[in-house]
C-alpha cells in the first residue's frame, strides 16, 4: 500500500484526486450541503 501511494503521490494523485471529485459531486453531498444550509444552529464553517 505505502510504495502504491508513494507512486501515487509522485504522478500527481490522479487517481485519488478523481475519486475526491467523483465524492465531492455525488448526490449525497448536494443534498447535505442543502440541508446543512438550512440548520441555523450550525456553523457552516465546522461542517
Known amino acids: 500500500f ?3 501511494w508513494i507512486m501515487e503521490n509522485k504522478a500527481g494523485r490522479p487517481v485519488f484526486n478523481a475519486i ?3 465524492e465531492r459531486e ?3 453531498e448536494q ?7 438550512l440548520m441555523t444552529w450550525i456553523d457552516a464553517k465546522t461542517v
Open 2 to 4: 505505502a510504495r502504491e
Open 20 to 22: 475526491k471529485r467523483r
Open 26 to 28: 455525488h448526490p449525497v
Open 31 to 37: 443534498v447535505g450541503k442543502r440541508l446543512r444550509s
